[in-house]
C-alpha cells in the first residue's frame, strides 16, 4: 500500500516572485532549488515549468511575463512548456540584465575594498 504512495514535496515552496531585478537571482536559486529537490514529483520538464509559472504574484511585471509564456505554450500545437533550461534561459534575460549579473558574481580577489566597491558601485549605477 505504501509503495502506491505519491511522494510528499520537500522543502519550502519559493516566495512569489514580483519582478523586482535586485530579487531575481535569489528568487531562481530558491525555485531551481525547490524543483530539484521535488524531482520526484516533477519529473517531466514540462510539469516543471508549468508549476514554477504559479510563482509569480499576481497583479505585478512578473506575472505578465509569465502569463505570455503560459500563453505562447498553451498556443503550441501540441502544448509545449519548453525545457527547463530554455525556461532559465528566458527568466535570466527578462529579470536579471548582465549588469546585474556582474555585480553578483563580481570577486574581490586581492583587492582593496574601495578599490572593489569603486568598480561594484559603476556596475551598479
Given at each position: 500500500?505504501a509503495?502506491?504512495?505519491p511522494?510528499?514535496?520537500?522543502?519550502?515552496i519559493p516566495?512569489?516572485?514580483n519582478?523586482?531585478?535586485a530579487?531575481?537571482?535569489?528568487f531562481?536559486?530558491?525555485?531551481?532549488?525547490?524543483?530539484?529537490l521535488?524531482n520526484?514529483?516533477?519529473?517531466d520538464?514540462g510539469?516543471?515549468v508549468?508549476?514554477?509559472l504559479m510563482h509569480?504574484k499576481?497583479?505585478?511585471?512578473a506575472?505578465?511575463w509569465?502569463?505570455?509564456?503560459?500563453?505562447?505554450?498553451?498556443?503550441?500545437t501540441p502544448?509545449?512548456?519548453?525545457?527547463w533550461a530554455?525556461?532559465?534561459t528566458k527568466?535570466?534575460?527578462?529579470?536579471?540584465p548582465?549588469?546585474?549579473?556582474?555585480?553578483h558574481?563580481?570577486?574581490?580577489?586581492?583587492?582593496?575594498?574601495?578599490?572593489w566597491?569603486?568598480e561594484?558601485?559603476?556596475?551598479?549605477?
Amino acid at each position: 500500500m505504501a509503495a502506491n504512495t505519491p511522494p510528499q514535496p520537500l522543502g519550502a515552496i519559493p516566495e512569489a516572485f514580483n519582478g523586482n531585478l535586485a530579487r531575481a537571482e535569489p528568487f531562481w536559486n530558491a525555485l531551481e532549488n525547490y524543483y530539484t529537490l521535488n524531482n520526484a514529483i516533477y519529473a517531466d520538464e514540462g510539469q516543471k515549468v508549468t508549476a514554477a509559472l504559479m510563482h509569480f504574484k499576481m497583479g505585478m511585471s512578473a506575472r505578465d511575463w509569465a502569463s505570455d509564456h503560459l500563453a505562447t505554450a498553451l498556443a503550441a500545437t501540441p502544448i509545449n512548456y519548453s525545457t527547463w533550461a530554455k525556461f532559465k534561459t528566458k527568466f535570466k534575460e527578462q529579470f536579471i540584465p548582465p549588469q546585474m549579473q556582474k555585480i553578483h558574481n563580481l570577486p574581490m580577489g586581492n583587492r582593496e575594498f574601495n578599490e572593489w566597491y569603486q568598480e561594484w558601485s559603476m556596475h551598479a549605477r
